[in-house]
């Protein structure tokens, strides 16, 4: 997931090489964060690992790097305020995908609001996201694991 997500810019043919070089330098791929071992608390070992996609109203499309900027701010800082791990994320010109652990304490939507309302915020307050979202969880197993590897 991680790999997919590192891809995005690398996917997609911009017109104008300067913009995806751009959109190259504001994706964060963060090596300190491993995603392939599993949580651990008193009650025992998870992983709580979501590919959360966000995508613009309308499918409006952001330009300005000054704009990936500042929306790139305040999604680390709401990671960091609401102790997700962010492995990876890549801004496009009209979403967002995003690759961390999330907290355990809060649901996939808890965290993709708070990611929302965060970014929203940075924008001046402005309703900048369409409703609602993507949240798949992924892990180290996939449903052979669980299906008994038929």
């Given amino acids: 997931m991680e790999n997919y997500i590192a891809q995005q810019v690398d996917k997609e043919q911009f017109v104008d090489p300067r913009f995806a070089a751009m959109l190259k330098r504001i994706t964060v791929v963060d090596e ?77 939507s808890m965290i993709a609001l708070a990611v929302m309302n965060n970014t929203a915020f940075a924008m001046g307050q402005n309703a900048i996201w369409q409703r609602g979202f993507y949240a798949g969880t992924f892990s180290e197993y996939d449903v052979r694991a669980l299906r008994g590897r038929e």
């Avoid at 590919?51 to 960091?80: I, S």
């Fill in 32 to 108: 300190s964060v491993s995603l392939n071992h599993p949580s651990e608390s008193n009650s025992g070992r998870y992983w709580y690992n979501l590919h959360v996609v966000l995508v613009v109203a309308d499918r409006a499309r952001f330009r300005n790097e000054d704009d990936f900027v500042k929306l790139d701010r305040a999604l680390v800082a709401t990671a960091t305020k609401h102790q997700y791990q962010l492995a990876v994320h890549a801004w496009m010109p009209d979403h967002v995908h995003m690759a961390l652990r999330g907290n355990i304490t809060e649901s996939p």
